[in-house]
C-alpha cells in the first residue's frame, strides 16, 4: 500500500525558516517524481515544486523560487522541503504527492497519491 | 502565472449531469494534454479523478469524465449523487515560468 506521511509542519516568524520532510512507503520511490502542493486555509490548491526520481529535474513556482529548496534521499525513500525567508503568505497545509507514471514512462503531472498534510503557519 | 478559470461554483440535483469548466490559454490547457482533475472533501487530501484530459484512475467511477476543446477543459459528472458533493480542481502542464499551475476551484453542490 502507498504512502506518504509528512512532518515538520509549524509556526514559525516571518523571515525564518522551516524543513518539511515526507516519508514514502509502498511503491519504488526513486522511480517516481514526487510533489509538494500548498493549499491557505479556506483557499485553493497551489502547486509548490516538484523533483524527479533521479533528481535530474526540478521545477519551483514563482512564488516559492529562490527561497524554497526541494530535494530527495532515495536511500531513505524520503522527500524534502527547505523553506527560508517564509512569509504570511506561505501559511498553509502542504501535502506531499506522487506522479501517477513512473520517470520511465514519463511523468503525467497528475498525482494519485497524497499525504494527509502538515500545517505551516508563519506569523509574528 | 494565473490559476485556471473555473467557476466558483455548480449546483445540480441527484441524478442530474453536471458539467464543470477548466479555461487556460494556449500556453496550458489548449497546448498539451496534460490535464488532470482532483476531487476534495473538506478536511482530506484530494483524490485524482482524470488524468491526461480523459482518462480515469482504476477505481474511479465511469460517472466522472473528462474533455477538452481548444483552451477550455472540462469534467462532467452523470447521475450526480451526495457524495460527489465536494470542491473539484483542475491543473495542466504550463510551458509559462512555472510548471504546473492548477484552477480555482469549484464547488459542487447536490441540491
Known amino acids: 500500500e502507498v504512502q506518504l506521511v509528512e512532518s515538520g509542519g509549524g509556526l514559525v516568524k516571518p523571515g525564518g525558516s522551516l524543513r518539511l520532510s515526507c516519508a514514502a512507503s509502498g511503491f519504488t520511490f526513486s522511480g517516481y517524481s514526487m510533489n509538494w502542493v500548498r493549499q491557505a486555509p479556506g483557499k485553493g490548491l497551489e502547486w509548490v515544486s516538484s523533483i524527479s526520481g533521479s533528481t535530474n529535474y526540478i521545477y519551483y513556482a514563482d512564488s516559492v523560487k529562490g527561497r524554497f529548496t526541494i530535494s530527495r534521499d532515495n536511500a531513505k525513500n524520503s522527500l524534502s522541503l527547505q523553506m527560508n525567508s517564509l512569509r504570511a503568505e506561505d501559511t498553509a497545509v502542504y501535502y506531499c504527492?506522487?506522479?501517477?507514471?513512473?520517470?520511465?514512462?514519463?511523468?503525467?503531472?497528475?498525482?494519485?497519491?497524497w499525504g494527509q498534510g502538515t500545517l505551516v503557519t508563519v506569523s509574528s | 502565472q494565473s490559476a485556471l478559470a473555473q467557476p466558483a461554483s455548480v449546483s445540480g440535483s441527484p441524478g442530474q449531469s453536471i458539467t464543470i469548466s477548466c479555461t487556460g490559454t494556449t500556453s496550458d490547457v489548449g497546448g498539451y494534454n496534460y490535464v488532470s482533475w482532483y476531487q476534495q472533501h473538506p478536511g482530506k487530501a484530494p483524490k485524482l479523478m482524470i488524468y491526461?484530459?480523459?482518462n480515469r484512475p482504476s477505481g474511479v467511477s465511469d460517472r466522472f469524465s473528462g474533455s477538452k476543446s481548444g483552451n477550455t477543459a472540462s469534467l462532467t459528472i452523470s447521475g450526480l449523487q451526495a457524495g460527489d458533493e465536494a470542491d473539484y480542481y483542475c491543473s495542466s502542464y504550463t510551458s509559462g515560468s512555472t510548471y504546473v499551475v492548477f484552477g480555482g476551484g469549484t464547488k459542487v453542490t447536490v441540491l
Open positions: 504527492a506522487r506522479d501517477l507514471a513512473p520517470d520511465s514512462v514519463g511523468p503525467t503531472l497528475a498525482l494519485d497519491y
Open positions: 491526461d484530459v480523459s
